[in-house]
């Protein structure tokens, strides 16, 4: 009885702040972890003497490889034991992971770092959507995860701040020190704090041991249900040019408006922290509030802002002053990120309370592997193959790392600059191109979402 009364608790505003202010900051720390990198790729690219296909590797499979691979065993693993616990030592591991990229002096040593960030974020997603889903009602779900998914901007802009200070002030490598560290404290107060809540705890369900659906259930789940399927898709599909423009930004701003490292950090902190927040609240609140009209408008949103971000992206990459660039920008990437919160709350609706974990790890894997994994090694591959065709010689050769060799003329050095810009600028003009394809997936999603969320009711019904 007072295990049942314990578990009401966790329904209490107070208990439900602590909760969603606990996994803002794990969200802060998992984004700022990633894009601390992202500002000073750059920077590392020179020293190193990397290539854009390189920086694309590091921010693109590197990463996403073991992310994806590790995304669904660990939402397994989810439906089964303490989530707090897994969160927690996943916090642990990216964290470490960022430190020891601090102490790379080698392609090698820095991917290593790497593959442990994506190793440990990937138990970030599944759990938190699992989590979410079991202590809140389900006309709340996309709204709490857009809260949640503030410290994506929020970590962001901080990773920004740090990287660009650091590597003006300091050294590049402290950026990477001081993150992780705090990244590590953020863990261990999960381990301490946070409860774990029982199974469809908001949906009524009584706390059971009954054992989750097999992977093969849960399979059948998915192919029963087509709007899940494309919201999936979709989403993955819309990471790919998300994940490209968000790995390059800053790299794109620094040799387009030849900026040094900290007043592109500021830009690229600036412009995504704003897009983020502005599109995040968008379709979370925007969508939750649309849909109790009609259940398809989370999809039907997600659908017109993938539509309308290219043509603003567009012509960000193509003018020619930094400030109207920055308005254009944080317009595109606002109408980009209304899809992401939306698509989180569908998976949650459209699956049972001990399948969640797996759906959101699912979207997450393929996310990954499209969106992380591909998008900036492909972007990374067109950049050099564009620079390379824009250059009059051998680009490789005459510009290592992007830059003119020691000694060499004024024209030499120019010549490298514009060719790494140009390469830059023509490849993110190409992967916006993907979010109509996304757009479309969306779409075709709303014209089943509403007969499989009645489906899903029933059956969550007749269970009970």
Known sequence: MSNQSGQEGLLAPASQRLF???????????????????VLAQTIKTELLLSDL???????????????????????????????????TCAAVWSAATVFCGFAHSFLHIALGRIGVGVGEAGFIPTVNSMVGDRFKRNKRSSIMGIIMLGTPAGILTGSLVGGYFAEAWNWRYAFY?????????????????????RGLADGAPPGVSPPPDFPAFLKTMRSKPSLMLIIAG??????????ISQFLAVFLARTYDMPVREAALYYGFISATFLTIGLMLGSFGTDWLAKRDERWPAWGAAIGLSIAPFFYFAAFNVHNITLATILLVIAGSMLLIF?????????????PRMRATGAAMFAMLYTMI????????IGWVSDLMATGAFDGDFHAAC????????????????????????????LNVAV?????AALLYFFASVRLRNDFYEEAKAGADAA
């Open 371 to 378: 969106g992380s994994g591909l998008g900036p090694t492909f």
């Open 178 to 198: 001081i993150l992780g560290a705090a990244g590590l404290i953020v863990a261990l107060s999960v381990l301490l704090i946070v409860r774990e809540p029982s």
């Open 20 to 38: 969603v202010f606990l996994m803002f900051l794990v969200c802060l720390f998992d984004f700022a972890d990633r894009s601390v990198f992202a």
């Open 400 to 427: 290592p790392g992007g830059v003119a060799i020691a000694g060499a003329s004024a024209s030499a050095v120019t010549a490298c600059l514009e060719a790494s810009a140009l390469g830059i600028q023509r490849a």
């Open 54 to 88: 390189q920086l694309g590797l590091l921010q693109g499979l590197a990463f996403a490889f073991l992310y994806s691979m590790l995304g669904v065993p660990l939402a397994r693993l989810a439906e089964r034991k303490s989530r707090v616990k897994i969160m927690a």
């Open 433 to 437: 191109c993907i979010f109509f394809i």
């Open 235 to 244: 989403g993955s599909t819309a990471g790919f040019g998300m994940t490209s």
């Open 340 to 352: 992401y919160a939306p698509t989180s709350g569908m998976i949650q609706n459209l699956l049972h």
